[in-house]
């Protein structure tokens, strides 16, 4: 629905974090960006190449995706002006950001002028039931994050990537708006109304064969008071059968709360499994991934070891190692 | 803003759980109505006078406020004949139902017709924050149940009286559509989007004075699927310094949910209290609230006492017997 290649707008995103959208289609689906456009002051670089609007329309991008996250979101003037000339020149535009492209005056007047699409994926696109908590056919595993931002996602991507490597039954199930531009399909959780949240969770990973399984990507965390009701969502309305402890261990505090200290993984195992077997009493804690960046190689290593060695649980960065012991931990089930 | 008196319209509710907002609004502000509209097949009664709308019309009903709440929420034919006939009575409309009375054509032509409101208290009217987490000044109280539907907002209105009656700094924060209708204030929470709900909560309850407190509506229940992050979003917005668990001793499982057995009310207090504590670790539980509405005296008392014994804890049913020992409780913080 989305027109490829893509042109990955990185505005003037302070840091990594906040270019999550970009990193992941650079990351999973880098068929599908041709580079990345930078506002002064951006302090971020996905790895490709910058490119003007017009080298990018001359290299074959059809639509520009906002490629950054704002904290409560807010297109800025600098940014509107980018946009408008996009749209002018040809591109369509595609966002998760909360602020709607379309509630935009300006840009649905230029995209109306220039017979562009603005899409805001973001917004729920169907109205979804309530939750009934019936057993489902087929299997469910879910990643939890002692915070958010600790690369649940990830960890749903290459997992899933390595079950399909092994011919096994798999799908990824995006649940936000970085999972959605990368594969077309999902549930933009946080933006859908409260009493609706677990049963889009339902609706997203619907009865299967019995020997598929879905691959839920996390969002947020039961720790995180901001937004751990959208996780209790996914917890229930998933009813995982194996659930991944997902840690970042540089982090000094909770993502933007600097009154909140991490928990433990312990703590993290203990609340997650308790709250998971309401749903589905057969649950298990199967393996822990940590998002090991921003260590060297010897700290990884070591840093995953002592993990390892005190939850007695297969630890890896999935992403610098590969999913392959989450694999089989998942196969033994 | 909504115009009293009301007449409370019963439709076909199948049960007196069904008819909780015409029920609240009659224990709680009996003065707001003159009387109830039952449809044929109604198996409820709030103990009102039952009247046609001509006859309320007459004894100076103003809005005919939809007292019932519908799993899912559809308004149906029958429902709105008698909808549209009241609007041309010259009565408003109001509902806390998910489908609004203006997304109804054949609703909202009516009221434009003949100039009346159509006032739907579930939708937002605020643009909330995404929650901060940062303390705040002032105290705050939030019962939580084993179950939805057994008596979290009883039990607020009820010691909310009780803190006034004894001179007390005491304000009742209305979280869902009955609470709202009963005072004219507060947030839907289950209305809001998903990453604003707990921001909207520490929107409801501001910082306010040190030895004020604010009794928060609870909703759903952390153990029910449907419900569940609505929950967890109440207790890490709320940051309550002061649990009440409640109960329904008499429910045979999960309400909606048959595949689901009620948890424990130790279950209940450990999962609360170190969820409650991530946001504020100086929380304690003060007290159990139980709902014996199908107990006899007798067997009321025996069952409050069991509870007491066990859990350690004042116990009492705020609506039978008054909330004095959860005042009592609270003011020993």
């Known amino acids: 629905m989305i027109q490829t290649p893509y042109l990955l707008f990185l505005g003037d995103a302070p840091d990594q974090l906040a270019a999550k959208v970009a990193q ?14 930078r506002l002064p002051g951006c302090n ?25 996250a704002n904290r409560g979101g807010v297109i800025s003037a600098a940014w509107q002006a980018v946009l408008i000339e996009a749209l ?3 591109f369509d535009l595609a966002s998760g950001l909360h602020n709607l492209l379309r509630d935009e005056p300006a840009l649905a007047a230029a995209a109306a002028a220039h017979g562009r699409t603005l899409h805001d994926v973001r917004i729920p696109s169907v109205k979804y039931p ?41 799908t ?38 019995p020997d598929h399984w879905d691959i839920i990507e ?9 937004y751990s009701g959208v996780t209790l969502a996914l917890v229930h309305g998933g009813q995982p059968d194996a659930l991944i402890l997902s840690h970042e261990p540089t982090r000094p505090h909770m993502r933007g709360l600097p009154e909140y200290a991490m928990p433990g993984l312990e703590e993290l195992r203990d609340v997650a499994l308790t709250l998971a077997r309401v749903a589905n009493p057969a649950c298990q804690v199967i393996g822990v991934s940590v998002n090991t960046q921003h260590l060297g190689e010897d700290e990884a290593r070591a840093c995953l070891s002592e993990i390892e060695a005190r939850m007695g649980l297969p630890t890896v960065d999935p992403f610098r190692h590969g999913a392959g012991r989450l694999a089989d931990a998942l196969s033994a089930i």
Chains 1, 2 share one sequence.
Request: aromatic share 6%.
């Open 172 to 209: 990824f199930r995006a649940t936000g708006q970085t999972g959605i531009l990368i594969t077309g399909d999902g549930v933009p959780l946080d933006a859908v109304v409260a009493d609706f949240m677990a049963g889009s969770i339902e609706y997203l990973t619907p009865p299967n064969d």
């Open 88 to 90: 002018e020149m040809g």
């Open 44 to 68: 971020v670089s996905v790895g490709l190449q910058d490119m003007t609007l017009a080298e990018a329309h001359a290299a074959g991008a059809r639509t520009l995706v906002i490629g950054v």
């Open 24 to 37: 992941g289609i650079r990351d999973w689906r880098p068929e599908n960006a041709v580079g990345q456009f």
């Open 218 to 226: 996390g969002q947020g965390s039961l720790f995180h008071v901001s």
């Open 130 to 170: 309530i939750a009934d908590g019936k057993p489902r056919s087929g299997k469910r595993v879910l990643a939890v994050g002692t915070d958010c931002s600790v690369g649940k996602m990830y960890t749903a991507l290459a997992l899933d990537a390595e079950m399909r490597a092994r011919g096994l039954k798999s």
